[in-house]
């Protein structure tokens, strides 16, 4: 099975109030709150979030589409990890990342990104979470 993930997060102020949103067409929505955090925390936050639904869905394939140029260079191994705070995100991705027979991660622009953006801004809105399967 292939999935898709549209992933998201932000952050109201920076640290200030965070959210995750993760839409995968046809599988799930997921909107999580995540108290005060940076905007690349919750960036990272929003794409392990997207793997571990993909490994526990026992998928054979992945593709993230992601509006962060920086967690996909990261993730790419084009920019280096440099702040401490987010190596360990970073590690965990590449961790789920390898559970996954195929996986890619791919720069869309923010306004093809619109589903989890909404539901990161739900998260951020309600200070609560949500997960709606399809």
């Given at each position: 099975m292939k999935l898709e993930a549209f992933v998201d997060?932000?952050?109201?102020?920076n640290p200030g109030e965070a959210g995750l949103g993760v839409y995968m067409p046809g599988h799930v929505r997921i909107a999580e709150y995540l108290g005060v955090a940076t905007n690349n925390y919750a960036e990272y936050s929003a794409l392990i979030c997207a793997?571990?639904?993909?490994?526990l869905s026992r998928c054979d394939e992945l593709v993230v589409f992601a509006d962060s140029e920086l967690v996909v260079k990261q993730i790419a191994g084009v920019y280096q990890v440099r702040n401490e705070g987010i190596r360990p995100l970073y590690e965990s991705a590449r961790r789920w990342?390898?559970?996954?027979p195929k996986v890619s991660v791919q720069?869309?622009?923010?306004?093809?990104?619109?589903?989890?953006?909404?539901?990161?801004?739900l998260a951020m809105d309600k200070h609560a979470n949500l997960v709606r399967w399809e």
């Open positions: 997060g932000g952050s109201r102020g793997l571990r639904c993909a490994v990342m390898a559970l996954l720069h869309i622009p923010r306004e093809k990104n619109k589903e989890a953006d909404k539901l990161a801004n």
